[in-house]
């Protein structure tokens, strides 16, 4: 019997024992790069997938909220059938039963595997419900030349694949995690539990297995996944299983990763991560911010207005090509909570059509001006698959005549997981930048933008998002989220 090594795939018991002591040997230069977080799953850009397009739920009629979207496939119809089947059972279940109480159910989906022979999608469903959330993911593989979907257990060899994957499973749960949510995890594993058909690949070929969670059981919003070291997984997988590896791992070539979706490869479990953002542009000072973030191999996140990007498309091609991430911040600047539903949607859509135009891509993120939200804005940014990404460091920049104010403010309250709130529009805010990086950098931070800081925790569309900032220590034997 091999000797089984397993990765600490489990995002808790990075937090749980990390913080503090996460600056590692390697950490003190910026852009460093460090293995990609085992746990991360591949994803694939359904823009350059041909003939799909997205369908939504959206029902905001009744107490039953209902936000759902999925993907439809013009070549592979009957994988179109499986997941209008799938989402349509769970919002029908949600649907019936006590109509009293308010709850909401959102579905969002990612491509994770498309060649020739397997598409890989994974549905994530989230209940709100007064009670508690619920959370849970299933990946649908789909074999494209026998147009029909696979079981988990097809992707594994011999009648036994499924249990002795559900074995490594296992083992990595008893290893890594010490906590009361192992325990409940363990109790509901076996090769038919429901984490198995969560199945899904890293970039290196990493099979990742994630468990349904319900807070009001486990005390935790916290996902809970493990990662089986490829070595250990690839002799499970039967030739079906190699081919959604393979479609997971390596892309094929028409597929590039949506680069306004842009992660990095930085483990922000294991490292000390802040993601400095900048609202308002592009403007004048926005390129010598570009050179100044290229000179210490930073990154950051724009949050643009869709008004200066088309003014600009350049500096946003730029941005991109250079390993930011790009986002919304309306057109044009109102405040999303004072204004009619139509209004906010244009707004959003039009600022998301003006950066598909530069780009090819719309984006994935919303910063409400002012901070600005409700649940209407919620709903806006939801049905356009926006997450809305606030802060938690202010560094008043706008009222501030001279760098060095900026500067102490970003440094002094940033920790690990902070995102940081700045305005490129603004001379004096460039100029504090420089500072900025050499202090962080001087404390082992590491630069990232806001996808790359929360790793392979999905922002998901609708939801609010201030920072990754690991619970207080009190709390670090309990992992908890948000
Ligand atoms: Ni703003």
Redesign the pocket.
């Known amino acids: 019997m091999p000797r089984f090594r397993v990765l600490a795939g489990v995002l808790s018991a990075f937090l749980a024992s990390g913080c503090g002591s996460a600056a590692s040997s390697d950490s003190g230069q910026a852009g460093t790069s460090v293995p990609p977080e085992p746990t991360m799953i591949n994803t694939v850009d359904p823009a350059a997938v041909d003939d799909l397009a997205v369908r939504t739920v959206d029902d905001r009629s009744s107490t039953r909220r209902v936000h759902a979207a999925y993907p439809a496939f013009g070549d592979d119809p009957e994988l179109t059938r499986e997941l209008t089947r799938r989402v349509h059972d769970h919002v029908g279940r949600f649907r019936t039963g006590d109509r009293t109480t308010p709850a909401e159910l959102l579905v969002a989906w990612k491509l994770t595997a498309y060649s020739e022979r397997t598409i890989g999608v994974r549905l994530r469903t989230r209940e709100v419900r007064e009670e508690g959330r619920r959370s849970a993911a299933r990946t649908v593989w789909y074999d494209r030349a026998a147009d029909r979907t696979i079981g988990t257990g097809e992707l594994l060899a011999g009648p036994d694949g499924l249990d002795r994957l559900t074995e490594l499973v296992e083992r990595a749960l008893r290893e890594k995690l010490p906590s009361r949510q192992r325990d409940l995890a363990l109790r509901g594993l076996g090769p038919d539990s429901p984490a198995m058909d969560s199945l899904a690949f890293s970039r290196q070929g990493n099979v990742i297995v994630e468990f349904d969670n319900d807070p009001s059981v486990s005390g935790t919003e916290r996902r809970l996944m493990v990662a089986v070291p490829r070595e250990d997984a690839d002799p499970l997988l039967s030739p079906l299983g190699r081919s959604a590896r393979d479609a997971a791992a390596g892309s094929p070539p028409q597929v590039v990763p949506n680069p306004a979706d842009r992660t990095g490869d930085t483990d922000c479990a294991g490292a000390r991560c802040v993601a400095l953002t900048f ?2 542009g592009p403007g004048p000072h926005t390129e010598r911010l570009l050179d100044t973030l290229a000179e210490w191999n930073a990154r950051a996140t724009f ?1 643009v ?1 869709g008004k200066n990007a088309e003014k600009r498309p350049e500096v946003i091609r730029r941005m991109l090509d250079e390993g930011h991430a790009v986002a919304n ?1 309306t057109w044009s ?1 109102p405040r999303l909570t004072e204004i009619s539903d139509e209004q906010a949607d244009r707004e959003l859509a039009r600022t998301e059509d003006a950066l598909a135009r530069v780009t090819g891509h719309g984006s994935t993120m919303l ?1 409400p ?2 901070g600005a939200y409700d649940d209407r804005v919620a709903g806006a940014a939801a049905r356009l698959g926006l997450s809305l990404v606030l802060w938690d460091v202010d560094t008043r920049d706008w009222e501030n005549p001279s760098p060095g104010p900026i500067a102490r403010k970003a440094v002094t309250h940033a920790q690990p997981g902070s995102i940081v709130l700045m ?1 490129d529009i603004h001379r004096t805010t460039v100029d504090a930048v420089p500072h900025i990086l050499r202090l962080l950098t001087r404390q082992d931070y590491r630069l990232v933008t806001v996808p790359e800081l929360y790793g392979s925790r999905d922002l998901l569309p609708g939801q609010t998002y201030r920072s990754n900032v690991p619970p207080a220590p009190r709390d670090r034997n309990i992992p908890v989220d948000e």
């Open positions: 609202d308002d949050f207005l911040h600047h910063r001006p002012y305005h």
